[in-house]
């Protein structure tokens, strides 16, 4: 009896060891989902759209009441979950600077298209031509 019970602890202690070194000691290769970026829309309230290119525009008559001329841009970048939401922001004018937050800053009276780009490597983006008149 008590060498059928070393025997069977044996067997099971071999198992055991076979079964860790097998199971145990694999890597897993799970890369979680790259949920790429599909859409970013500029959202600003007071948009207008171009009917005949459907291109995105805005309007300023005045500065604001501390004399300047800023815009901030809104924007949503869909879907809510992608892997890597972050987007550019690239002026094209002149006339006006733009931060890394959307933050647009005019230096004096005229357009300015201001472009967002995702940065996934999706290369979505979204446009909007900004003007001021005075």
């Known amino acids: 009896m008590k060498k059928s019970v070393i025997v069977l602890i044996g067997v099971i202690y071999a198992a055991s060891i076979v079964l860790v070194t097998f199971f145990g000691l694999q890597y897993s290769t799970y890369q979680p989902e790259e949920i790429p970026v599909s859409e970013i829309k500029i959202t600003n309230n007071g948009l207008k759209i171009d009917e005949s290119d459907g291109s995105k525009y805005i309007v300023f008559f005045t500065p604001d009441e501390n004399g300047n001329r800023t815009f901030q841009v809104e ?26 937050n959307g933050l647009v800053t005019f230096t004096k009276v005229g357009s300015a298209i201001l472009y967002i780009y995702s940065t996934d490597g999706t290369r979505k983006s979204d446009s909007i031509e900004i003007t001021f008149l005075s």
Do not use: G, L, R
């Open 75 to 100: 924007y949503t970048v869909t879907p809510d979950d992608a892997s890597n939401p972050a987007v550019d922001f690239v002026m094209d004018s002149p006339y006006a600077t733009v931060d890394e």
